[in-house]
T-cell receptor, first 113, second 116 residues
């Protein structure tokens, strides 16, 4: 199956700093999602981005499918950005069924005052 | 639009018992997937249900089973509970259209299962 690796595993930032989280995947994908998991365990959808670039407020993401990586940018970080960020991918070639997402091990972000 | 809901929120069982977890999919979605998340790890795919049939399974033993109902809600059943089954169980719903690669998944808040 597809392998998903995330880096860095841990990140500590001061409020206001910018950061880049990376996700590498081992095969072509037709689904690539970024999630933020809050302290209560809820996975919050950030981006659905199998290719291209998207922006949502202070967050943006870019997936370069041909080079098998995705980046999540967080600008002007706030303490509420703290938590674990997961990248998850679905191997390409599957259409309509068997929508298994393979998750990375996450990046744990702590934003301090 | 109603999001994905799960019940119960927390559950404590003893080894050897059986448990049933429930999930209601987001309005308009026809597919439910279940994931297990052990402490400090990313979620692991258990299985998916589409049109009331299991449609894809991860590396989990047969004592993990499920159902999908005509309203697209779903149950996850785990028999003969083991200590290692202690985890957060997440349900995700999505809309699958045959022949389409679009498959954004939306997750519920999870059920935290503790096996003693």
């Amino acid at each position: 199956g597809i392998q998903v690796e995330q880096s860095p595993p841990d990140l500590i930032l001061q409020e206001g700093a910018n950061s880049t989280l990376r996700c590498n995947f081992s095969d072509s994908v037709n689904n690539l999602q970024w999630f933020h998991q809050n302290p209560w365990g809820q996975l919050i959808n950030l981006f659905y981005i199998p290719s291209g670039t998207k922006q949502n407020g202070r967050l943006s993401a870019t997936t370069v499918a041909t080079e098998r990586y995705s980046l999540l940018y967080i600008s002007s970080s706030q303490t509420t950005d703290s938590g674990v960020y997961f990248c998850a991918a679905r191997r390409g070639g599957h259409t309509g069924t068997a929508s298994k997402l393979t998750f990375g091990t996450g990046t744990r972000l702590q934003v301090t005052l | 639009e109603t999001g994905v809901t799960q019940s119960p929120t927390h559950l404590i069982k003893t080894r050897g018992q059986q448990v049933t977890l429930r999930c209601s999919s987001q309005s308009g979605h026809n597919t439910v997937s279940w994931y297990q998340q052990a402490l400090g790890q990313g979620p692991q795919f258990i299985f998916q249900y589409y049109r009331e049939e299991e449609n894809g399974r991860g590396n989990f033993p047969p004592r993990f089973s499920g159902l999908q109902f005509p309203n697209y809600s779903s149950e996850l059943n785990v028999n003969a509970l083991e200590l290692d089954d202690s985890a957060l169980y997440l349900c995700a719903s999505s809309y699958l259209l045959t022949g389409s690669s679009y498959n954004e998944q939306f997750f519920g808040p999870g059920t935290r299962l503790t096996v003693l």
